[in-house]
């Protein structure tokens, strides 16, 4: 079955640029999601379609697929960034949704 | 206001069944351009896609560590979506969250998750 791969953590300071990746095989001929959750509450989708913001999304957050790498960035991280992030894709091969194991954001 | 509640989690016993529901509400549930799913969260861990219904063709897929001991199902009349749990196992125990998905573009709304335990 598809796997995607996050690291673990990211930590960075205030004001920063917070890049989290997503690798999979051929992931650019994906459509990836990203979600973001905070402790104790649901997962909020950030980024569809690879780059495209929902509606309340902040433009801080940005996305880019190619190759074999997804990418999810965060610009002037600030304390309320902190959460974890999952990517997740359609894997057509299987019919089944596929997450990425998380990256845990902290904001120093 | 779109909502989904969950509701149904609860302490039970390894090889026990269990029934979750979800009660949506605030927009049209059994419009084609959305369809259902079931995500579960173990304690400390990551996301687990459990389950999704096509509205479209009430198409049922299973993630594998459930296939063959979970059912979803739904109500399009009572818009209510529904994950039928046998066999359970001390690693089914999470939070489960019952997830909408618009035309592919995503998980866009979730509920707050029931509690499931299984322990002896």
């Known amino acids: 079955s598809y796997v995607l791969t996050q690291p673990p953590s990211v930590s960075l300071a205030p004001g920063e640029t917070a890049t989290i990746t997503c690798g999979g095989s051929n992931i650019g001929g994906y459509s990836v999601h990203w979600y973001q959750q905070k402790p104790g509450q649901a997962p909020l989708l950030v980024i569809y379609?690879?780059?495209r913001r929902p509606a309340g999304s902040p433009e801080r957050i940005s996305g880019s697929n190619s190759g074999n790498t997804a990418t999810l960035t965060i610009s002037r991280v600030e304390a309320g960034d902190e959460a974890d992030y999952y990517c997740?894709?359609?894997?057509?091969?299987?019919?089944?949704?596929?997450f990425g194991g998380g990256t845990k954001l902290t904001v120093l | 206001e779109v909502q989904l509640l969950e509701s149904g989690g609860g302490l039970v016993k390894p090889g026990g069944s269990l029934r979750l529901s979800c009660a949506a509400s605030?927009?049209?549930?059994?419009?084609?351009?959305?369809?259902m799913n079931w995500v579960r969260q173990a304690p400390g861990k990551g996301l687990e896609w459990v389950s999704t219904?096509?509205?479209?063709?009430?198409?049922?897929k299973y993630g594998d560590s459930v296939r063959g001991r979970f059912t979803i199902s739904r109500d399009d009349a009572k818009s209510s979506l529904f994950l039928h749990m046998n066999s359970l196992r001390v690693d089914d125990t999470a939070i489960y969250y019952c997830?909408?998905?618009?035309?592919?573009?995503?998980?866009?709304?979730w509920g707050r998750g029931t509690t499931v335990t299984v322990s002896s």
């Open positions: 219904i096509m509205t479209i063709n009430n198409n049922k």
């Open positions: 997830v909408r998905e618009y035309q592919g573009r995503g998980m866009d709304v």
């Open positions: 605030g927009f049209t549930f059994s419009n084609y351009i959305y369809n």
């Open positions: 379609y690879d780059f």
């Open positions: 997740q894709v359609w894997d057509t091969n299987s019919d089944h949704w596929v």
